[in-house]
């Protein structure tokens, strides 16, 4: 079984509008959780990561992600999209050597 | 820096056919891993590396060696090629388990 899933698969927004994007894990041990990014045509890219301590991380361009342990998840948001926010986001954790299967985000302008 | 490079960016190869995706980096990184990425499935471990010499599998190595004998560099061999190991290959370094990592810009693999 996977430790790491997203349960969304495509998501449309509005430019403007919130996002957030679900990760749980399910795996023991040290939790490590990774949101990355891959824009079209583009590398992945780190947004944010979380080890210890304050359980809401902040990361670049505007995303936060929040780990709720009681939940297992580490849900990624943005609290207004905007069209250059079109990508594909991965979730991953166990020290990277599982990733989810992605969330396709499409922000209409 | 050229940060991580991937060489080819496209490769078709027929079944039963073997070759070698090479992967280098210059951030003198001591982790690397390979990745295949397909579509609803997400990125899938294939091999890594903790340093020079050190290999292991990952969630996906059938198919696939490895080796690494410089820091820079960490080939992903594959063996006989099937249909199945068409995919988007990534190569991604990194300084140690708890860090970013930095992918290179993939290989478009297609098996027919």
């Known amino acids: 079984a996977q430790s790491v899933s997203q349960h969304n698969h495509h998501v449309i927004l509005s430019e403007a509008a919130s996002l957030e994007l679900g990760c749980n894990y399910s795996?023991?041990?040290?939790?490590?959780l990774f949101w990355y990014v891959q824009y079209p045509g583009q590398h992945l890219q780190l947004l944010l990561k979380?080890?210890?301590?304050?359980?809401l991380v902040k990361g670049i361009k505007g995303f936060e992600a929040e780990f709720i342990k009681s939940k297992f998840s580490f849900n990624l948001r943005k609290p207004s999209v905007q069209w250059s926010d079109t990508a594909e986001y991965f979730c991953a954790g166990c020290n990277q050597f599982y990733f989810g299967t992605g969330t396709s985000l499409t922000v209409i302008p | 820096n050229a940060g991580v490079t991937q060489t080819p960016k496209f490769q078709v190869l027929k079944t039963g056919q073997s070759m070698t995706l090479q992967c280098a980096q210059d951030?003198?990184?001591?982790?690397m891993s390979w990745y295949r990425q397909d579509p609803g499935m997400g990125l899938r471990l294939i091999h890594y590396?903790?340093?020079?010499?050190?290999?292991d599998q990952g969630e996906v190595p059938n198919g696939y060696n490895v080796s690494r004998s410089t820091t820079e560099d960490f080939p992903l061999r594959l063996l006989s090629a099937a249909p199945s190991q068409t995919s988007v290959y990534f190569c991604?370094?990194?300084?140690?388990?708890?860090?970013?990592?930095?992918f290179g810009p993939g290989t478009r693999l297609t098996v027919l």
């Open positions: 951030m003198n990184h001591e982790y």
């Open positions: 979380y080890f210890s301590g304050d359980p």
């Open positions: 991604a370094s990194r300084r140690d388990p708890y860090n970013e990592q930095f």
């Open positions: 795996y023991g041990g040290t939790v490590n």
């Open positions: 590396s903790v340093g020079a010499g050190i290999t």
